[in-house]
């Protein structure tokens, strides 16, 4: 299964960045999706999830009421949307996903896409 992340770029403070991965078309219904990130010299954090079915997400809480995760349309793509970026949500953004559950620590995903780069400059 290959992932393909997209959608980074350098925003100012305030603004927002929608991202997407991608993956062929027959798999990306099975899989649960996740998206974490990695600033310079830091461990990489969970982000958001989001179930196979789309019915279920998780937000990390720090994140809550800025940042969630749909999928969906196109039916092979998942997304994060970002609201209110700070200059500390500046990270390389990856997605990921598995089979069987749902992907809340990076060990439990088992693909991963290459991650894209967000920048937020205040």
């Known amino acids: 299964v290959q992932l393909q992340a997209s959608g980074g770029g350098l925003v100012q403070a305030g603004g927002s960045l929608r991202l997407s991965c991608t993956t062929s078309g027959r798999t990306f219904n099975s899989l649960h999706m996740a998206w974490f990130r990695q600033a310079p010299d830091k461990e990489r954090q969970f982000v958001a999830a989001i179930t196979a079915s789309g019915f279920n997400t998780r937000i990390a809480d720090s994140l809550k009421g800025r940042f969630t995760a749909s999928r969906g349309p196109p039916n092979n793509t998942a997304y994060l949307h970002m609201d209110s970026l700070e200059p500390e949500d500046t990270a390389v953004y990856y997605c990921?996903?598995?089979?069987?559950?749902?992907?809340?620590?990076?060990?439990?995903?088992?693909?991963w896409g290459q991650g894209t780069q967000v920048t937020v400059s205040s």
């Open positions: 990921a996903g598995d089979r069987s559950k749902l992907p809340v620590v990076a060990s439990a995903a088992t693909y």
